[in-house]
């Protein structure tokens, strides 16, 4: 496996930056499309970040700061299906991970629908915990939430 690239998004930069990011996203999250402009508004609010094997897209994260009395970041990452089982998805996490710790998060979860079986079973083998779930408006398939479990039996907090 050769190195992959991180590219972030920025709000009013590299319009096809932020394309691939959109792309990924609304692939993955059919139930959740955004629109370019909403894609914008969240790259002012979260890092987003889009990687890339040589020239080739194969998937996409998401940061969202630390938040509330526990600092609870929220991590995501989305590789392109034909793009899975690689270590990819694996590489994006530690980044993304890395990067909610430096943007001070003490508390890390992630939110993976319901339906999407490889992503839950990715979140739990790095030690996330199931913590909510929901069906948005509109929605059918319920969205989980899962914290980052560290350091012994019924500790959440990192
Ligand atoms: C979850 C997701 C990001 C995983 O991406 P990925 O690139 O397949 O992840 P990895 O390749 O690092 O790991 C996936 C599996 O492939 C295995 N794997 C890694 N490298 C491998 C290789 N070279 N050969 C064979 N298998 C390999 C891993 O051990 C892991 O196995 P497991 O599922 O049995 O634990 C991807 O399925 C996805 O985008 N899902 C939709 C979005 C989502 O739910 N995200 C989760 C929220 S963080």
Redesign the pocket.
């Known amino acids: ?1 050769g190195d992959l690239r991180f590219e972030t998004v920025r709000p009013d930069g590299d319009n096809a930056t932020r394309a691939d990011w959109q792309y990924v996203h609304n692939l ?2 059919p139930t959740g499309p955004l629109s370019a402009e909403e894609v914008r508004a969240r790259a002012h609010r979260n890092r987003l970040n889009v990687t890339y094997h040589g020239d080739t897209l ?2 996409c994260s998401t940061v969202r700061p630390p938040t509330g009395d526990q600092a609870t970041a929220t ?7 034909e ?11 530690d980044k993304a991970l890395t990067a909610a710790y430096e943007v001070g998060a003490r508390v890390v979860e ?4 319901a339906s ?1 079986e ?6 739990e ?2 030690g996330y915990v199931e913590v909510d779930r929901y069906v948005l408006d509109g929605d059918t398939i319920p969205f989980i939430d899962l914290r980052l479990a560290v350091s012994g039996v019924g500790t959440m907090q990192v």
């Open positions: 496996m993955i999250i194969v998937g991590v995501i990452v989305r590789v392109l299906p793009h899975r089982r690689q270590g990819f998805g694996g590489q994006m996490y992630t939110v993976v629908l999407n490889e992503g839950l079973r990715f979140a083998r790095h």
